[in-house]
């Protein structure tokens, strides 16, 4: 059975710093693609970042690059967003998704396979 079982959101203040964490079970983590996307309230789900498969090649969105950071930990099957000098636009909703191609892509509808979501708040 797939899962996809994100960790991590929170309240945080503006310029403070999450990890959050996609685990995943039920396939071979290092043979997909996982994105990080996020939805804010009344807002359409918008693609934050993603590592491929071997070999990984990362990409950000341009409002989250040079702050947040993807990586990924194929033995224990977990790939981290490091959330850093946090906005209150980053608020929203994140989501990790797979990919089985391998293949990072910002459309939403060419994942696989999701997981529940995580919020993150960024307020004083």
């Known amino acids: 059975q797939v899962q996809l079982v994100e960790s991590g959101g929170g309240l945080v203040q503006p310029g403070g710093s999450l990890r959050l964490s996609c685990t995943v079970s039920g396939f071979t983590l290092d043979y997909y693609a996982i994105g990080w996307f996020r939805q804010a309230p009344g807002k359409e789900r918008e693609g934050v970042s993603c590592?491929?498969?071997?070999?990984?090649?990362?990409y950000y969105a341009d409002s989250v690059k040079g702050r947040f950071t993807i990586s990924r930990d194929n033995a224990k099957n977990t790939v981290y967003l490091q959330m850093n000098s946090l906005k209150p636009e980053d608020t929203a909703v994140y989501y990790c998704?797979?990919?089985?191609?391998?293949?990072?892509?910002?459309?939403?509808?060419?994942?696989?396979?999701w997981g529940q979501g995580t919020q993150v708040t960024v307020s004083s």
């Open positions: 590592i491929s498969s071997r070999p990984s090649s990362t």
């Open positions: 998704a797979a990919d089985r191609l391998g293949y990072c892509t910002g459309n939403a509808n060419a994942y696989d396979y």
